[in-house]
């Protein structure tokens, strides 16, 4: 913490647009509120969103946010991280407030700790779900293969796995979608007489591989790309679950990933957009 004697003004710390020149200060902020450092994570999110920082007058980043655009509607915002010693002064909000105005009346959402969630309360944004991340060597029994027509996706999908996403996620996510085949490890979809009705992806992030996206039309379907895209995977896997989807929560910690923590789905400006029942697992918290 800085001493009260040697804090600047909070109104004297602008908050500026950072670029990928500002990954490694992106990168020490994370570990100093003992946050992995995610650089394929963070590199995505300055391809596809915009991310704001502070700068520390001694050097560095004093804390960030990143909006993502979904259109003119709907946007995602993650990574509200506060240097420790700049805690308690004001930085998060101020933060928040200048994305608030970038967003332009769009609805947006977060996904929050209970650390975080007084202070997006205090914003206006109420809670909307519930959210529970299950992590672990996830093992899939050779009945939840029987599902036929899942297969590896190609480029020749990428049309219609944006119609899908788009219908559940309610806004057009092209520039995600469209780097999900460079950015995940792997990619399924699930395919009924020649047409595209599902896909997965799943990516390797520090500690583990986010599963994520899966949009399915169904839940035995959701398990069938979750079951392609973890098989003989090395390392533990994690799923991000909304509690709506309870009957897939119970399969998944049946075959090896116990519920770790759970985190407040949060929206600000109406609800969420889409076919939301469609959307089992996200991209990822910071994306939706």
């Not at 490694?24 to 100093?32: M, Q």
């Not at 991310?51 to 709907?74: C, K, M, N, Q, S």
Request: hydrophobic share 45%.
């Amino acid at each position: 913490m800085i001493d009260p004697r040697d804090r600047p003004d909070v109104a004297d710390m602008p908050v500026r647009r950072l670029g990928v020149d500002d990954l490694r200060d992106c990168l020490l902020l994370a570990i100093d509120r003992k946050w992995l450092p995610e650089e394929a994570k963070w590199r995505l999110l300055f391809e596809v969103g915009e991310v704001y920082g502070i700068d520390a007058p001694e050097g560095g980043l004093a804390g960030t946010v990143v909006l993502a655009r979904y259109g003119p509607r709907l946007g995602a915002v993650s990574m509200v991280l506060v240097a420790t010693r700049y805690g308690r002064m004001g930085l998060g909000h101020r933060l928040m407030r200048h994305l608030i105005r970038q967003a332009g009346g769009a609805t947006l959402f977060l996904t929050a700790t209970e650390y975080g969630r007084g202070l997006y309360e205090k914003l206006g944004f109420t809670a909307a779900g519930t959210v529970v991340t299950h992590i672990g060597h996830l093992r899939p029994e050779p009945e939840d293969f029987k599902q036929d027509g899942i297969r590896p996706a190609r480029e020749a999908d990428l049309a219609a796995i944006g119609r899908l996403d788009l219908r559940a996620s309610g806004a057009p996510r092209a520039e995600v979608i469209r780097r999900l085949p460079r950015f995940a490890e792997r990619t399924r979809v699930a395919e009924r007489a020649g047409a595209v009705t599902g896909f997965g992806a799943a990516w390797r992030n520090v500690d583990n591989v986010v599963v994520g996206p899966v949009i399915a039309a169904s839940t035995a379907m959701a398990r069938a790309l979750i079951a392609e895209l973890t098989a003989d995977l090395h390392g533990p896997v994690r799923l991000d679950v909304d509690t709506r989807h309870h009957a897939l929560a119970g399969w998944i910690a049946a075959r090896g990933a116990a519920p770790a923590f759970s985190t407040t789905l949060m929206t600000f400006g109406g609800d969420l957009p889409g076919d939301r029942a469609r959307l089992y697992t996200p991209v990822m918290q910071a994306l939706g």
